[in-house]
């Protein structure tokens, strides 16, 4: 907290004005509210209009013009929905953002996982599966689901490391959000989800204990990079009642997958979060856990929900541990998030691609299988163009400084 006394004497009323107006800040001085609660968009009091939203890459230049202070407000948090499979994260995800004007953010999926949207945007690299030597290289769904044992398909291994991979940077592209806009972000099925499904494959036997182990390191060298969310809401539900879920939404590959046959699958996803991802959460955020087969009427949800306190310095006197990535009572520091987490070496520093994680030779290809890819795409890459970085001269350069 010392750092705010010399930037207000520095930069005079605009800086304290700023830091004023946002009750994520506001208790960094004892003459301002001690409180930061959610507010609804029904509230009688709503929340003022926030600025202009930042549209562009952040980067040195853009450091000395923008701050993301003035743009904070109560509703300024992450929040995940998190359960086991057919508890309706989704659904209830999308109630709570238009309740309080977050962005919600939609989960991955396979498409996302091998559907190119650079080199050949469009070009589905699941199609080669039908040159593959002897096994899928391209998990879809139902190659997924259709799995029984990790000897007959693999590279379920690798699906699951890139599926992390990408989940962790929709978590952090969130979080870039919320420094760019000031507007919060609900996220179902995220980042925290793999760590629960990838122990549930472990104790399933998909995932041999060695890579699994691989696995826990290949995180927690990725999470200490990500400010932890603000609220969790965890839908508790039966092994019972989700399977009778599955059935009902009637999805061929999860219907007859061998996985799912049984309630043992669902056991061990219910198991990794009481074991494991609700006690590692609940020290640095707000857990709220709801019956998923017995909601309580949204509109009592959402008065619960206004109670929560938000704010990051409510206990920092305590030295508590939540929030605690939260606390920033000087400029400099989300500018230094900023910088480096809107920049593209931040997934190579902190989760990189696991292709280039040679030590783990389960999850990489065969040498007959990289000869059949390449030659593959090399036939294909004379069907697209993409325009390349360099060009467009002058303007093009001074653009991609500035954008």
């Avoid at 705010?4 to 946002?22: D, E, Y």
């Avoid at 959610?38 to 009688?44: A, D, F, G, I, M």
């Avoid at 999926?109 to 945007?121: R, S, V």
């Amino acid at each position: 907290m010392a750092s705010l006394g010399p930037r207000f004497l520095t930069q005079g009323k605009v800086c304290a004005k700023n830091v004023l107006r946002s009750p994520l800040l506001s208790a960094a001085l004892p003459s301002c509210t001690q409180v930061a609660n959610l507010r609804s968009v029904n509230n009688p009091f709503p929340l003022p209009p926030r600025k202009k939203p930042f549209t562009h890459r952040y980067n040195i230049f853009w450091q000395l013009l923008d701050s993301p202070i003035p743009r904070m407000n109560e509703n300024s948090i992450v929040v995940v929905v998190e359960g086991n499979i057919g508890t309706g994260k989704k659904e209830l995800a999308k109630k709570l953002a238009e309740e309080f004007d977050l962005k919600y953010i939609d989960p991955i999926d396979y498409d996302q996982l091998y559907i190119d949207k650079n080199c050949m945007p469009g070009f589905d690299y699941r199609i080669i599966n039908s040159c593959s030597p002897e096994r899928v290289m391209f998990n879809s769904l139902d190659t997924f689901w259709a799995t029984e044992k990790v000897q007959e398909n693999p590279l379920i291994l690798m699906s699951q490391f890139e599926m992390f991979h990408l989940r962790w940077h929709s978590y952090l592209k969130a979080l870039v959000h919320i420094c760019n806009t000031g507007q919060g972000v609900v996220m179902p099925r995220n980042v925290y989800s793999d760590i629960v499904f990838c122990y549930a494959m472990m104790k399933k036997k998909l995932f041999p204990r060695r890579v699994y182990k691989e696995f826990e390191n290949y995180v927690d060298n990725a999470m200490k990079h990500l400010w932890a969310p603000h609220l969790v809401i965890y839908l508790d539900a039966t092994p019972a009642y989700c399977l009778k879920k599955i059935k009902d939404r009637n999805m061929s590959y999860e219907v007859n997958s061998p996985i799912l046959k049984d309630e043992d699958f669902l056991s061990y996803i219910s198991e990794g979060y009481d074991k494991i991802l609700l006690p590692q959460l609940e020290e640095e955020s707000e857990v709220l856990v709801l019956d998923a087969d017995n909601l309580p009427d949204f509109d009592l949800l959402v008065e619960e929900l206004e109670q929560f306190n938000f704010n990051p310095f409510r206990d920092s006197l305590l030295r508590d541990e939540k929030f605690k990535q939260w606390r920033h009572t000087h400029e400099r520091s989300w500018v230094s998030f900023r910088l480096w987490a809107d920049s593209s070496a931040a997934d190579v520093q902190a989760c990189p691609r696991p292709a280039t994680m040679l030590q783990i030779p389960e999850i990489q290809l065969k040498e007959e299988e990289t000869f059949v890819i390449c030659d593959y795409l090399a036939r294909m890459k004379q069907y697209y163009y993409n325009v390349q970085p360099g060009e467009g001269g002058v303007a093009g350069a001074v653009k991609r400084l500035f954008v």
